[in-house]
């Protein structure tokens, strides 16, 4: 039961019709439409092709079809609710009463076909969904991606002291918007409103924060657990939402951070880690729908299995459920992995582990593309683009904390995954080679990087602190055959040997630092490849809290033997408090905490703002997070703007 609608394509990204016709305020006006197109037969005209998707969020079992007329000769091969489509130069001969143009900005449309109209035809068209003026960018093209800038958080707030703050910046400012708003509403677990409001977004530059403890003081609000729905108007630049998103408590311990959705829902997803003895693994499904989904449509299998398990719950519209995974999947164990059918209903979706010690830390899953095949060509780019596509995270400080690398199989046509592991100390010296071979995929194979090195007597130079780190690269070995598609991922789980308290996070490979390109990589966020360049955002923590971040100069052929790496420390309005350059070593990273790089008083001047990380020579990659007392911490990677 997957939803037959585009959300996302890569070669032409996010497709803005099912935001336009599924945001919450599209869906309120939904009965007044219905109203419109009364009782009688009516006529569907279908110039977009947008019909199909229409239905398959609003159902529209209640109309009666006079007739489905379209505009393009090659789409008369479709139907529409059971009627044949023909063509619109037929439509005079249909005599419904009613017309109903499946599209928005119909006026144009509709001036096409007026002679062909039935006589006393009333038009109906999507316009009537169409939200006010005052929420759009772009009000000469309705579906435009300037106007449907949306995305959702898991937004929670509990009675036994758990909160969530999304964090980000006006970025769109810097692209030249004059005047961003900021539209949000709060969708408690079962989709009802629990609060709605909008804001003007702060200087260009400037913080976005948006505390649960302080919208539910505001709205004298329960305890919720559900999805916070935001949409960013008068934009420039670009249409996607990113932020950070902290999961804390009241007290020390509670403490886990992961980022934004991913605004397009999929129709796979993966990279699931099984719990391990005693852990409970949750997995939050936010329907991105004003639809419910229903149930039977959402199914979990362990990765290479595809006996698949089935929810046998409806989730209703905007509605937000947890789901144990040992409830479905009970013989599940850590490292192996589960795939979810999602059947493009939901957003890319967080899951959450508790652990017997109580702690609690939270990731995302990642998109499962079935577009994918093998690409024979990667295996040979090695003489012209190095190292090629890799995969780099940090290997943090080995005295103080285990790192974990689990590889996960991210496209359907992955059947095996050809792969091998090198280690680099901070200064870019490589430690370690450690070939994987052909993975399954099915593989159980996570590599302990920490115990690696000490098997093989390797030992990383310590500063004054006792605190040697570097980083690990996951790349393409393919010395035992097998095929690649550039679409490499991990999950990357880092557990603090005193206080066992855990940190993961998960991402994709890309081709670093090669003025080469390969099917648009290395990626550019603002301009064509290759993406030479770095921007990152890097938040600062709240009082209490300090800022954590580690570097990553990772480069798939020789580039410079230095980074000319600018760290900009940003007030809450986006003023510069202070600075400080750094140089980091090609292949090599750069571990730093706030409270280390810059002084108290500046900190203190720049509370609530963030570290803007600049460096226009190369592209850094880089992780961030918090700390709280001596053990508590976080860890994910970083976005850009």
């Known amino acids: 039961m997957a939803l037959n609608i585009e959300t996302f394509r890569n070669d032409r990204g996010g497709n803005a019709f099912f935001k336009a016709i599924g945001h919450p305020l599209a869906a309120r006006r939904l009965p007044e439409l219905l109203e419109r197109l009364g009782t009688a037969p009516v006529a569907v005209y279908d110039p977009l092709g947008y019909a199909a998707g229409l239905a398959e969020i609003y159902g529209l079992a209640g109309i009666e079809v006079a007739g489905y007329f379209v505009q393009d000769v090659e789409a008369l091969d ?39 109209l039935p006589a006393g035809a009333t038009v109906v068209s999507l316009d009537t969904l169409r939200l006010p003026d005052a929420l759009l960018t772009d009000r000469r093209t309705y579906v435009s991606g300037l106007n449907f800038a949306t995305n ?33 509403c709060l969708f408690d677990g079962g989709g009802a ?48 939402v990113k932020y950070a998103l902290d999961t804390y408590g009241d007290g020390p311990d509670l403490l886990s951070c992961t980022h934004d959705a991913n605004a397009w829902p999929s129709q796979w997803y993966a990279g699931l880690p099984a719990p391990r003895e005693g852990e409970r693994v949750v997995l939050w499904i936010q329907n991105s729908h004003p639809c419910p989904i229903p149930a039977g449509a959402v199914g979990l299998n362990a990765m290479g299995d595809e006996r698949t398990v089935w929810l046998d719950r409806e989730i209703p519209a905007f509605g937000t459920h947890p789901l144990e995974v040992a409830d479905h999947l009970p013989e599940l164990r850590w490292p192996q992995q589960i795939e979810i059918m999602a059947g493009k209903h939901f957003v890319r979706p967080r899951y959450e582990i508790d652990a017997p010690t109580g702690q609690r830390r939270i990731a995302h899953m990642n998109v499962e593309r079935s577009d994918l095949a093998p690409d024979p060509k990667i295996a040979e780019l090695g003489n ?107 999950i990357f789980r880092y557990e603090h040997r005193g206080s066992g308290h855990v940190a993961e996070t998960s991402f994709g490979s890309h081709i670093f630092n090669s003025v080469l390109v390969y099917k648009n990589e290395p990626q550019s966020y ?9 921007r990152l955002f890097l938040r600062l923590g709240p009082t ?93 990677h970083m976005f850009g703007f």
């Open 193 to 240: 409103v629990l609060a709605e409001w909008d804001e003007d977004l702060p200087a260009a530059g400037a913080v976005i924060a948006i505390d649960s403890a302080e919208v539910r003081r505001r709205f004298a609000l329960p305890a919720f657990a559900g999805s916070l729905f935001l949409h960013v108007t008068g934009i420039r630049g670009h249409d996607v």
């Open 152 to 184: 959702f958080a898991l937004f929670r707030d509990s009675d036994d002291g758990q909160h969530t703050r999304v964090v980000s910046a006006n970025y769109w400012g810097g692209y030249g918007a004059e005047a961003p708003r900021l539209w949000c």
């Open 384 to 490: 012209l683009m190095g190292k090629g596509f890799l995969l780099p995270a940090p290997l943090l400080p080995t005295a103080r904390f285990r790192t974990l690398v689990l590889p996960t199989p991210m496209a359907r046509a992955q059947a095996d995954l050809p792969l091998g592991l090198r280690v680099y100390d901070a200064e870019g010296g490589e430690l370690a080679r450690l070939p994987l071979g052909r993975l399954p995929r099915d593989h159980e194979r996570a590599i302990d990087v920490t115990d690696l090195l000490a098997e093989r007597g390797i030992a990383l130079e310590t500063g004054a602190k006792g605190d040697g780190y570097g980083h690990v690269e996951l790349l393409y070995d393919f010395a035992e055959g097998g095929g690649a598609d550039g679409w490499l991922h991990a």
């Open 78 to 116: 479709t139907a529409f609710q059971g009627r044949p489509a023909q063509p619109v130069t037929d439509l005079p001969g249909c005599g419904a009463a009613t017309v109903f143009v499946t599209a928005f900005d119909a006026e144009r449309l509709v001036d096409q076909i007026h002679h062909l």
């Open 544 to 636: 209490g809290y300090d800022t954590l971040c580690h570097l990553i100069y990772p480069a798939s052929t020789p580039w410079h033997p230095r980074s000319r790496t600018s760290l900009a420390l940003l007030d809450a309005e986006g003023r510069e408090v202070a600075s400080r350059d750094v140089e980091i070593a090609c292949s090599g990273s750069f571990l730093f905490r706030a409270s280390e790089l810059f002084e108290t008083a500046a900190l203190a001047e720049a509370a609530g703002g963030y570290v803007l990380i600049r460096d226009r020579t190369c592209r850094l990659f880089g992780y961030h997070g918090l700390t709280r007392g001596a053990a508590a911490f976080s860890l994910d």
């Open 526 to 534: 603002a301009a064509r490849p290759p993406g030479l360049s770095t």
